[in-house]
């Protein structure tokens, strides 16, 4: 079982950046697929990003591939999430957690999960 913890959420206004991590232990990023959900209030789980193996490829949502990236530092077994030109809308708590089967932009199909780190975004 793979240990995750997210970190570097916080509070940022509409336009700018955050860096999100997901430090792993218990296991390797270099032989795990990942994934980033994120849910915000009274909403339901919601498919950011899903990444192969040592981040060799990476599939995103739609609304979101252009604004975010996804990328693995096998290094450091951490896998970060760089958001871009945040809004309001974005304004959720993140998660990472380990892809085992399925479809890859179902939660349904990940385990591990994180214990997520929230994003506010002020307008």
């Known amino acids: 079982q793979v240990q995750l913890v997210e970190s570097g959420g916080g509070l940022v206004q509409a336009g700018g950046s955050l860096r999100l991590s997901c430090a792993a232990s218990?296991?390797?990023?270099?032989?795990?697929?990942m994934g980033w959900f994120r849910q915000a209030p009274g909403k339901e789980r919601e498919f950011i990003a899903h990444?192969?193996?040592?981040?060799?490829?990476?599939k995103y949502a739609a609304s979101m591939k252009d604004r975010f990236t996804a990328f693995v530092d096998t290094a450091k077994n951490t896998m970060y999430l760089q958001m871009n030109s945040l809004q309001p809308e974005d304004t959720a708590t993140y998660y990472c957690?380990?892809?085992?089967?399925?479809?890859?932009?179902?939660?349904?199909?990940?385990?591990?999960w994180g214990q997520g780190t929230q994003v506010t975004v002020s307008s």
């Open positions: 990444i192969t193996s040592g981040g060799t490829m990476r």
């Open positions: 957690a380990v892809y085992y089967s399925g479809n890859i932009y179902g939660g349904e199909s990940y385990g591990d």
């Open positions: 218990g296991g390797s990023l270099s032989s795990n697929l």
